[in-house]
């Protein structure tokens, strides 16, 4: 195999990702940022092991702390009610 047929294949498959980002519905920052929007999936996969070893906890507020937040986002897509925010 040539390097110019890895390129391709390459290219076509990012092409094609590119192209199903753009055309679905559901998310925004999929269809501005097609191709990038996976590094950042990538980085919040690893975002606890990255506190974990380097910054701080999800409970240190700074002005909400990532527990809260994750509620927030969950209650904005109507997929959690039941859980207590707050002390």
């Given at each position: ?5 890895v ?6 498959f990012l ?10 519905p ?10 990038l ?13 990255i506190?974990q ?7 240190d507020?700074?002005p909400y702390s990532?527990?809260q937040?994750?509620i ?8 959690l009610?039941?859980?207590?925010f707050?002390?």
């Open positions: 195999m040539s390097i110019w047929s390129l391709a294949v390459v290219t076509g092409s094609l990702v590119g192209l199903r980002d753009v055309f679905q559901s998310h925004a920052i999929n269809r501005n940022y097609p191709i929007v996976h590094f950042r999936y990538f980085f919040e996969m690893i975002r606890p092991e506190r070893y380097f910054v701080e906890a999800d409970s507020e700074l990532r527990v937040r994750s927030i986002y969950q209650r904005a897509k109507d997929t009610d039941k859980r207590p707050g002390t």
